[in-house]
C-alpha cells in the first residue's frame, strides 16, 4: 500500500528522527496503523492522546495523536 497515492495520509515528515504522518480521513486510522506495522516497523504503541485547539471552530480542531515506536529502539 502507498498511502500517499491513495491520498491517506499527508507526509510523510520527518523531524529530528522522528516520523509524522497526518491522516486525513479517520475511517482509514486502521489502514494506516497495519501499513506502520507491517511496512514501517512499528510495532509498540508508546501513547494516545487528543488535542482540541477550540481556537479553531470549524471541522478539524480536534486531532488524535498515535505516537509509536520500533520496539527494539524504544527499549535500547
Known amino acids: 500500500m502507498s498511502s500517499n497515492s491513495k491520498g491517506i495520509v499527508s507526509g510523510p ?9 497526518c491522516v486525513s480521513n479517520a475511517s482509514r486510522i486502521a489502514e494506516v496503523c497495519q501499513f506502520a506495522k507491517s511496512e514501517l516497523g ?3 504503541l508508546v ?4 488535542i482540541d485547539n477550540e481556537t479553531r471552530r470549524r471541522a478539524g480542531r480536534r486531532c488524535i495523536i498515535f505516537t509509536a515506536r520500533t520496539f527494539s529502539t524504544f527499549a535500547s
Open 13 to 21: 515528515m520527518e523531524f529530528r528522527g522522528e516520523l509524522t504522518l
Open 47 to 50: 501513547d494516545l492522546t487528543t
Open 42 to 44: 512499528f510495532d509498540y
